[in-house]
C-alpha cells in the first residue's frame, strides 16, 4: 500500500457503480471518504450502507459546477459520468459538461489541494478500433460527430486536461482506462449488456441480440477493477492504463451463458447494429501487469454467480 497514513479521499460519482464500490475500498483500508453525486445516475441506495461511519459524507453536487471543499484532500477520484450508451444519448450535454466543466474543477481542487488525481476514463476512448487487443499506445478510430461521440470526446477532452495539469502544474495525474466492468449495484435498466441480458433472463423476456452477437467485448468484475485502481492511484505512473479483462466473449455467447447460469426458458432475438457499435473491444493489460503487478482474478462465470444475485432480488 505503500504510505500507510489516514487519506482523506473525495470521489465523483461516488455513489455510482464504480464509484460506491470504491468508497468502500478506502473506508476498508481506514481512510476517510467523501463521494460526491448529483444522482443523475448515481444513487443514494448505493452509498446508504456506508452512512452510519464515521468516516464517510456524502455531498449532493454537481462537480460541472465549481465547488470549494473544506479540509485537506489527499487523493481525488473524478468517476462522475453518465457511463452506459442509454445515459449518455439521454444526457448528451451533461455528459460533456461533466467530461469538461467537471474534469477541469476536479483538477482545481486537487492543484489546490496538492492531491494526487485519478481519471475514470474508458475503453471508449478507442471507438471502434482497427486494432485488437487495445494497447495504450492506440490513438483510437473515434467519430466525433457520431451518437456516442459526445462520451468518447468527453473522455478524450479529459485525458487531454490531466495530463496538461500535470505538464503545467506538476499535479499528481493517474489515467484508469475502465474496460467493460459489471457486478453489484448497476442498475437493472442501465443498458449495458450484462444488466440487459441477466434483467431479460430472469423476467423470461427475450434476450436482444444486436447484429449477429458476433461483436466481442471482455468483462472484468468489479472488485478485480477496484483492485487495479487502487494500485494505479498508490503508483508513480502517470500515463493512461487499461484496466479490464482480456478473455474475449461474443455478445451471442454471453446470452446463451446468462441464460443457462439464470435457468432461464428465454429465447435470443436479433435487433439492428446501434450506431457506432465497437466491433472488438478487448484490453492489451500489459502496462497494468508490467507496472502494477496486477491483472483480473475473477472468471466470467463465477462473476455473474455473484451478480445474477443481485439482480434476482432487484427486479424479482
Known amino acids: 500500500m505503500g504510505d500507510k497514513r489516514k487519506k482523506r479521499v473525495l470521489i465523483t460519482g461516488g455513489a455510482g457503480f464504480v464509484g460506491s464500490h470504491l468508497c468502500e475500498r478506502f473506508l476498508e483500508r481506514g481512510h476517510e471518504v467523501i ?10 441506495e448505493n452509498v446508504r450502507h456506508l452512512s452510519g461511519r464515521r468516516n464517510f459524507s456524502l455531498l449532493r453536487h454537481d462537480i460541472s459546477k465549481p465547488i470549494d471543499v473544506d479540509g485537506r484532500i489527499d487523493l481525488l477520484f473524478h468517476f462522475a459520468s453518465p457511463a452506459s450508451p442509454p445515459d449518455y444519448l439521454k444526457f448528451p450535454i451533461q455528459t460533456m459538461k461533466v467530461g469538461a466543466l467537471g474534469t477541469h474543477n476536479a483538477l482545481g481542487i486537487a492543484k489546490k489541494k496538492r492531491a494526487s488525481f485519478v481519471l475514470a476514463s474508458t475503453s471508449e476512448v478507442y471507438g471502434d478500433p482497427l486494432v485488437n487487443p487495445q494497447p495504450e499506445t492506440y490513438w483510437g478510430n473515434v467519430n466525433p460527430v457520431g451518437p456516442r461521440g459526445v462520451y468518447d470526446e468527453a473522455k478524450r477532452f ?23 466492468t459489471y457486478g453489484e449495484r448497476m442498475r437493472p435498466e442501465d443498458g449495458r449488456v450484462i444488466p440487459n441480458f441477466v ?55 454471453l446470452a446463451k451463458l446468462i441464460i443457462q447460469l439464470t435457468g432461464s426458458k428465454s ?37 455473474l454467480g455473484r451478480t445474477i444475485p443481485y439482480f434476482r432480488r432487484a427486479v424479482l
Do not use: M
Request: aromatic fraction near 6%; charged fraction near 25%.
Open 35 to 44: 463521494a460526491l453525486d448529483n444522482f443523475i445516475t448515481g444513487a443514494p
Open 158 to 180: 479529459a485525458e487531454a486536461i490531466s495530463l496538461a495539469y500535470l505538464r503545467e502544474h506538476d499535479v499528481d495525474v493517474k489515467i484508469v482506462r475502465i474496460f467493460n
Open 199 to 253: 434483467t431479460q433472463a430472469l423476467l423470461g423476456k427475450p434476450l436482444t441480440v444486436y447484429g449477429k452477437g458476433n461483436q466481442t467485448r471482455s468483462y472484468c468484475f468489479v472488485s478485480d477493477l477496484v483492485d487495479g485502481i487502487e494500485k494505479l492511484a498508490l503508483s508513480r505512473h502517470h500515463g493512461p492504463v487499461n484496466i479490464g479483462n482480456p478473455n474475449e466473449t461474443s455478445v451471442l455467447e
Open 267 to 303: 429465447r435470443i432475438v436479433e435487433r439492428p447494429l446501434p450506431v457506432d457499435d465497437p466491433k472488438v473491444r478487448c484490453p492489451d493489460i500489459r502496462q497494468a501487469k508490467k507496472l502494477l503487478s496486477w491483472k483480473p482474478k475473477v472468471d466470467l462465470v463465477t462473476g
